[in-house]
């Protein structure tokens, strides 16, 4: 109670704008703590349909990523198996059985979900320091996937999926440079740059995604906020008006109100027995 009431006394509105609603262009967050708090329950809960949607298929996707990678390279079954299943498949599903919860998803599924991703990137960056680099370039376009997946499907702010996407780039780019050193370079280099490149592009549509977002809410938290100074007034307008009336009806004579143009705007009752003509 005391948090909706400190929220209310923080976010006001000042001469049609929303006092603490500054989006920081930079780390993408409000200026009011209150407010940053709201959007972020908003967020959750209002794309939570989507994240469980694309929870599950983001699982399907990285299984049948690893039975492609058993097809393509069945000597490295069991290595894979550990790498890609043993570790982060349960905290896929566990993650996904978070968001299917009612009690514990806001608290603890973005936290999820960031380690979620980041198993994922993780196993692909092993997987490439013990393959035979470039026969498995499949494994730099699973990376471009997986920046997909962090950046504009799974409800992660674009401030923590930029670190967590960016230490995956780091990760690869050092996989791809320093475990064989015999590798083509120029097609090394022209790999690395496209998933790169491929990761800038998704992270600049998710950068203006989430100010679009945060526009979004701070407008409607604004018109909310105005609709509801409206109500105020009105039931304010009507109280008064109903203490007036009271006010007249006390008088012990006879009491009307005309307007300029004498039309009659309001009287009492005693005036109204004294003039049969009305």
């Given at each position: 109670?005391?948090?909706?009431?400190?929220?209310?006394?923080?976010?006001?509105?000042?001469?049609?704008?929303?006092?603490?609603?500054?989006?920081?262009?930079?780390?993408l967050r409000f200026a009011d703590p209150a407010l940053e708090q709201e959007f972020e329950r908003h967020r959750i809960r209002s794309g939570l349909g989507q994240i469980r949607a694309w929870g599950a298929l983001g699982i399907l996707g990285y299984c049948l990523f690893g039975f492609?990678?058993?097809?393509?390279?069945?000597?490295?079954?069991?290595?894979?198996?550990?790498?890609?299943?043993?570790?982060?498949?349960?905290?896929?599903?566990?993650?996904?059985?978070?968001?299917?919860?009612?009690?514990?998803?806001?608290?603890?599924?973005?936290?999820?979900?960031?380690?979620?991703?980041?198993?994922?990137?993780?196993?692909?960056?092993?997987?490439?320091?013990?393959?035979?680099?470039?026969?498995?370039?499949?494994?730099?376009?699973?990376?471009?996937?997986?920046?997909?997946?962090?950046?504009?499907?799974?409800?992660?702010?674009?401030?923590?999926?930029?670190?967590?996407?960016?230490?995956?780039?780091?990760?690869?780019?050092?996989?791809?440079?320093?475990?064989?050193?015999?590798?083509?370079?120029?097609?090394?280099?022209?790999?690395?740059?496209?998933?790169?490149?491929?990761?800038?592009?998704?992270?600049?549509?998710?950068?203006?995604?989430?100010?679009?977002?945060?526009?979004?809410?701070?407008?409607?938290?604004?018109?909310?906020?105005?609709?509801?100074?409206?109500?105020?007034?009105?039931?304010?307008?009507?109280?008064?008006?109903?203490?007036?009336?009271?006010?007249?009806?006390?008088?012990?004579?006879?009491?009307?109100?005309?307007?300029?143009?004498?039309?009659?705007?309001?009287?009492?009752?005693?005036?109204?027995?004294?003039?049969?003509?009305?």
């Amino acid at each position: 109670m005391n948090n909706d009431a400190d929220t209310d006394r923080s976010v006001s509105m000042r001469g049609g704008r929303l006092e603490g609603g500054r989006i920081d262009r930079w780390s993408l967050r409000f200026a009011d703590p209150a407010l940053e708090q709201e959007f972020e329950r908003h967020r959750i809960r209002s794309g939570l349909g989507q994240i469980r949607a694309w929870g599950a298929l983001g699982i399907l996707g990285y299984c049948l990523f690893g039975f492609l990678e058993w097809y393509l390279t069945p000597e490295r079954l069991a290595l894979s198996l550990l790498v890609r299943y043993a570790i982060p498949v349960p905290v896929f599903v566990a993650t996904l059985s978070i968001a299917f919860t009612s009690h514990h998803y806001e608290r603890y599924l973005v936290r999820m979900l960031e380690l979620s991703v980041l198993l994922a990137g993780a196993s692909t960056i092993v997987m490439v320091c013990l393959s035979t680099y470039p026969d498995d370039i499949v494994y730099l376009f699973f990376m471009v996937v997986v920046a997909l997946f962090l950046h504009g499907h799974m409800g992660i702010r674009f401030f923590r999926a930029f670190f967590v996407s960016w230490s995956l780039m780091i990760g690869l780019v050092l996989a791809v440079v320093f475990v064989d050193p015999a590798l083509n370079t120029d097609l090394a280099v022209m790999s690395v740059v496209a998933v790169v490149l491929a990761n800038l592009m998704v992270m600049f549509v998710s950068y203006n995604f989430e100010i679009f977002l945060r526009r979004d809410f701070r407008n409607n938290r604004l018109l909310l906020q105005q609709l509801n100074a409206t109500e105020v007034m009105r039931a304010r307008a009507q109280t008064a008006e109903t203490r007036l009336m009271d006010a007249i009806e006390s008088i012990s004579d006879g009491f009307a109100l005309y307007d300029r143009k004498d039309r009659l705007v309001m009287f009492n009752q005693r005036w109204l027995s004294v003039n049969d003509e009305i």
